[in-house]
């Protein structure tokens, strides 16, 4: 996927890509990066094409931890949540914990 596909799928125009990950996107992202960032210093490509095959052997090892993750699963890595949606869960999810934790606060609500 390219990172246009991947803005459009996130429903993104100028917001920052990387902004709008999930976890577990930002960390195959990283392993992609460190992947790619030590076979340079490894193999030590020269020019741009010997750096691109690098880079795309960085990327496969993360794709093919990315489709284990997904077997495993059974769902996908890549979400179209963006970062409000991913906020969203985030916070209905610690305000249920503090539900469960303040029961007696609830009540003051009604």
Known sequence: ???????????LKKENLRDNMSTMEIVLNMLAEAT???LSKAH???GFSENQKIARRGGSYAGQVRQ????????????????????TVV?????????TQNPDNNENKS
């Open 1 to 11: 996927m390219t990172t246009q596909q991947y803005k459009n799928l996130k429903g």
């Open 36 to 38: 790619t960032t030590e």
């Open 44 to 46: 030590q490509p020269e």
């Open 68 to 87: 284990d993750i997904e077997k495993d699963t059974g769902r996908p890595v890549i979400t179209s949540q963006n970062a409000t949606q991913l906020n």
């Open 91 to 99: 916070v209905d999810m610690i305000e249920n914990v503090a539900e």
